[in-house]
């Protein structure tokens, strides 16, 4: 048998330090009908997701929250480390990614290291690594709108133009539904 379909994960690769990392591309993104980081991740080996709203991570105490090889199962759980573009990402007050501030339809690639890897993101156990395309020379956009179960309404914009050295992309991602059961509702507005 022939497989000739794209993989769910772009890569697994280890580097020369044996740091394991797994990628999921943009197409694989796409592919999932992702909105959020969790959905973007589900399919990744090692890496555990939990989810209690169609829309939305964050139920409060017990939340739905990304876990890799077991680490972020603390409340807060400050052990995952989140970057975009490299830089840290976290919500300040507990030190600890929100999935909810994390937009998926402007990335290029998320990375996900699994383990300890201070030569690659410093001091933490693990981490995510978004990293956000990058305006190809010329004009392009892309729109797409979804709806679904419980009155869910997703909706995503991409646009980019590039002259030369200058470039620029703007995203832009809406979701809002009215959830499985009492108080599963949520929203989510992203921009980038």
């Known amino acids: ?88 990402f976290y919500m300040g007050v507990w030190n600890h990614p929100l999935l909810d501030l994390l937009p998926v339809n402007a990335m290029e690639a998320i990375s996900v290291h699994k383990g300890p890897q201070p030569q690659v993101v410093g001091n933490t156990f693990s981490a995510i690594r978004l990293s956000s395309r990058a305006a190809p020379v010329g004009t392009h956009g892309d729109l797409s709108v979804a709806t679904g179960s419980f009155n869910t309404l997703v909706q995503q914009a991409n646009a980019s133009v590039r002259a030369g050295r200058l470039g620029v992309a703007v995203a832009q991602g809406y979701a809002r539904s009215d959830g499985h059961r009492v108080d599963a509702d949520g929203e989510l507005v992203n921009g980038l």
Do not use: C, Y
């Open 1 to 88: 048998m022939r497989v000739i379909s794209a993989p769910v994960v772009q890569e697994d690769s280890v580097d020369r330090f044996g740091a394991l990392r797994a990628r999921v591309g943009a197409e694989q993104i796409r592919d999932l009908d992702a909105i959020d980081l969790a959905a973007a991740l589900r399919r990744v080996p090692g890496v555990t997701i939990s989810r209690w709203n169609p829309v939305g991570a964050f139920g409060g105490g017990s939340g739905g929250g990304v876990f890799v090889r077991g680490h972020g199962t603390s409340r807060p759980g400050g052990e995952i480390k989140t970057f975009i573009d490299d830089v840290p």
